[in-house]
């Protein structure tokens, strides 16, 4: 146990990481006498500058006081989800779980337990470190259908085995150096990010500079930029727009020969297969205009430079989200746009120690990952993660192997993976259910075990993945600080280490500050010596393949991709439409009419975190359907009425927001939903949660990496009480 901070008789300020999401934005806190006052934007921070979003502030302080916060290791003493809890102490709870995880490796094999995290703030390299001595291969991840598929897009084309090494693993888009022009795909960074890029501040800042805007999205979002071009893209029709514009450039000679010429692999063969998408054809797919099309490839192509924001609307598309990443990235090759600045930019990784430890893995334990057999990218680093919904049909049904155990970190999977009715089915199944977290959940009410996590401003931990993207380089620096300690809330660090001593792994598993050491030593500092300092600053390099070529097989750009034709899929990126879809299902159009995405982004949210916040939940109190004005009259709708949106999976009850800045054809509802003032154990999951409206089913996923279609469904509305 960590010993209680000495009480502080005047306030002091102290800089910490904000990590209310996964951006890290610098602030300062205020503490008094071991309490924390307020929060503010720190000035001096290269990134946000002293500006703070609202998840921010006041509702950071609200997190470590509020109500409702898991003080205390509790063991369950009745019925799966019947609230009847034995507090207990951290050793107790920690030898409790050390001999369940023991008594399932031996009955059933380490494959049985399965760890679930969530978009690994700061835990990424402990929690896979541990899996990989225990012996199990399965970390199960939402990065599987969230960045992951712009990760697999990018090392399959060009990063391959720099990603994550030397390169960092998507190139994004670089704000900070004056993009002439910026393209929206799918994306809103002004109220969310990408890992480690914290959008709100440069992007508003590259907004002033008036660069052309195109828009490539089905809603045309308040946070988005002057919008010169608005593409109300049909959503899961991404790679047919990326191809029209790839024909475009290609046919009217707008590509950057010197590029192309020197360093892409496979050009011949992409003219043939773009050849067969001009504007005309995909704007029959798409539904968006044949000349608005082209009108948008010859801007991005011609302004320099020009930056891709590209976002989740791209990774959520199911069966060809890899691809339509692919093809987006394509273009940044293409027109030149690729590492240099104010166009699509590898930030340098950080030079870390590889501390995941994956030659404790035997290859016989590799081959059991679920669900890696068949989206093969999940073979290989970075995205080398078990497929969720392959666990949770693998939890029902003992097949290929039983799994029994699952300890889960930093998420919440009864609210964020597809098919909720499936997954809550698999929890209440395990034998083992072990959940760190700062609220009672939907899936910790689940548990077998929950145990009080530290927050934001109550731990401090290395941050081994996902740095902050600054203006000059990758900063490097503490996840956050510990500006108070609370009850007997805990890092996961502290957790982990604990139980792997108790495992019998300590050897692998030294103190925080001694793994942290191991970690910064190729870079020549110590934890103590970076926690002293505000960041340590990688430098920022342009066009580093003229020096290092590309981390691909062949050391190019892949426009043909040598490593998905040796897996046996396509080598090029090519229109696949969506499992369900108006083209696929006609039949079943004709009875769920129009187009369902989930996932809308909310600037008071981070996924299912927040809801339990006081300040947060006043700004949006339920989920809200956005409808065009249009489509809500011909189903008579009204706004701010009520409305039932049904899907062939399930249908929920949400309140209706009607507008004009959407495709009348499409509606869109965000994800993260639960209320935690709803009774337990579900708190309103089966009544908000969009993924009660998305299937599982494996046939329609991404062949490449797995990913669920979280957009681009089919859907019908009706008028509710």
Not at 288 to 301: G, K, M, P, S, V
Not at 418 to 437: H, M, Q
Not at 542 to 557: D, I, N, Q, V, W
Request: aromatic share 8%; charged share 20%; hydrophobic share 40%.
């Amino acid at each position: 146990m960590t010993e209680l901070m000495p009480e502080q008789q005047t306030a002091v300020e102290i800089k910490a990481t904000c990590r209310m999401c996964h951006g890290g934005c610098g602030t300062i806190a205020t503490v008094r006498d071991g309490v924390v006052e307020k929060v503010v934007g720190d000035p001096d921070h290269p990134v946000n500058l002293g500006k703070l979003c609202v998840k921010a502030g006041k509702a950071s302080v609200e997190q470590i006081y509020g109500t409702g916060r898991i003080d205390h290791p509790m063991i369950r003493v009745g019925a799966k989800g019947g609230g009847e809890w034995k507090q207990v102490s951290w050793p107790e709870a920690i030898t409790f779980i050390a001999g369940k995880m023991s008594q399932l490796r031996d009955d059933f094999g380490a494959e049985s337990i399965v760890f679930a995290r969530g978009v690994s703030m700061n835990n990424n390299q402990i929690i896979t470190r541990f899996a990989n001595v225990f012996g199990t291969p399965n970390i199960a991840s939402i990065n599987y259908y969230c960045y992951g598929p712009r990760v697999a897009a990018c090392s399959l084309t060009s990063s391959g085995t720099f990603s994550g090494r030397t390169w960092d693993t998507v190139a994004i888009p670089d704000l900070y150096h004056k993009p002439r022009c910026v393209v929206e795909w799918g994306s809103q960074k002004r109220i969310s990010n990408d890992h480690g890029l914290i959008g709100h501040t440069p992007m508003t800042a590259a907004f002033r500079e008036n660069p052309v805007n195109i828009i490539v999205d089905p809603r045309r979002p308040s946070s988005a930029g002057a919008g010169d071009i608005w593409l109300p893209i049909r959503p899961g029709t991404d790679a047919a727009m990326a191809l029209a514009w790839i024909n475009v450039i290609i046919e009217e000679d707008l590509y950057d020969h010197d590029f192309v010429g020197t360093w892409c692999h496979g050009f011949d063969q992409l003219r043939q297969r773009a050849a067969q998408y001009t504007p005309e054809k995909v704007a029959g797919i798409t539904w968006c205009d044949a000349d608005a099309i082209r009108e948008a490839a010859r801007l991005y192509a011609r302004t320099k430079p020009a930056t891709i924001a590209w976002g989740t609307g791209s990774d959520h598309v199911g069966r060809n989200a890899v691809q339509s990443n692919r093809a987006i990235h394509l273009l940044m090759g293409l027109t030149g746009n690729l590492d240099v600045p104010g166009g699509n930019v590898y930030w340098p990784a950080p030079r870390l120690a590889d501390t995941e430890r994956w030659d404790f893995l035997p290859p016989e334990q590799a081959a059991k990952r679920l669900g890696a057999a068949r989206f093969k990218a999940l073979n290989t680093r970075p995205t080398v993660y078990a497929h969720p919904p392959s666990v949770f049909r693998a939890i029902l049904s003992d097949e290929p192997y039983p799994v029994k155990g699952m300890l889960v970190i930093g998420n919440n999977p009864a609210v964020c993976y597809p098919n909720t009715k499936i997954v809550t089915e698999a929890l209440r199944k395990l034998e083992l259910l072990v959940v760190s977290e700062i609220f009672m959940t939907p899936t910790a009410e689940l548990a077998d075990v929950v145990l009080p996590a530290a927050s934001n401003l109550e731990r401090e931990d290395p941050r081994l993945y996902m740095h902050i993207k600054g203006p000059d380089g990758t900063l490097v620096d503490a996840a956050t600080r510990t500006a108070a300690r609370v009850a007997q809330r805990r890092s996961d660090w502290d957790f982990l280490i604990d139980l792997a001593h108790e495992l019998g792994m300590e050897d692998q598993f030294p103190s925080v500050s001694e793994f942290a050491d191991e970690a910064l030593a190729p870079m020549g500092i110590t934890w103590d010596e970076l926690k002293s300092r505000d960041d340590l600053v990688e430098q920022l390099r342009f066009k580093k393949y003229e020096t290092e070529g590309f981390g691909t097989p062949t050391g190019k750009f892949e426009l043909w991709s040598t490593t998905l034709e040796e897996w046996g899929y396509d080598p090029l990126p090519s229109h696949v439409e969506p499992a369900l879809s108006p083209v696929s299902t006609p039949e079943l159009y004709e009875r769920y009419p129009l187009i369902l995405n989930t996932g809308v982004r909310l600037p008071m949210y981070w996924n299912s975190n927040g809801h339990p916040l006081p300040t947060l939940r006043k700004l949006r109190r339920e989920p809200v359907l956005e409808i065009h004005e249009e489509t809500a009259a011909h189903y008579g709708l009204t706004h701010k009425g009520y409305a039932w949106v049904e899907t062939g999976s399930g249908r929920l009850r949400m309140k209706v927001s009607c507008g004009t800045k959407t495709h009348p054809r499409v509606v869109s509802v965000p994800h993260g939903w639960w209320l935690p003032e709803a009774p337990g154990p579900d708190h309103g999951v089966f009544d908000a949660c969009a993924n009660v409206l998305i299937d599982d089913d494996l046939d329609h996923c991404d062949p490449i990496l797995g990913s669920s279609p979280l957009k681009a469904l089919l859907c019908r509305v009706t008028p509710a009480d």
